[in-house]
């Protein structure tokens, strides 16, 4: 097996904003910036979404628009009739 052709496996704090919760997981991530969590220093990313804040995983629905895109057609240009 050739050497050096591998990337370097460590542990990175991952940050997701959205939960505001931290994951510490092995990874090959590069990453130029860095946080200490609980006295040690990793190498940080953050996410928008993971696990912690995915309505999939959360059981959390994100509520949408109810009206259908006729009906928010004809809600928006009705007035201007054909006649």
């Known amino acids: 097996m050739r050497s050096d052709i ?4 460590r542990e990175v704090l991952f940050h ?3 939960a505001d919760a931290y994951f510490v997981i092995g990874s090959t ?5 860095t946080k200490e969590y609980q ?3 990793y190498p940080y990313v953050t996410l928008d ?16 628009s109810n009206e259908g895109r006729v009906a928010s057609f004809n809600k928006r240009f009705g ?5």
């Open 49 to 64: 979404i993971s696990s912690a804040s995915h309505p999939f995983y959360t059981g959390e629905q994100r509520q949408t």
């Open 39 to 41: 006295g040690k220093t």
């Open 29 to 33: 991530m590069n990453s130029s910036q």
């Open 6 to 9: 591998h990337p370097e496996y």
């Open 16 to 18: 997701d904003t959205n």
């Open 79 to 83: 007035r201007f009739k054909r006649g």
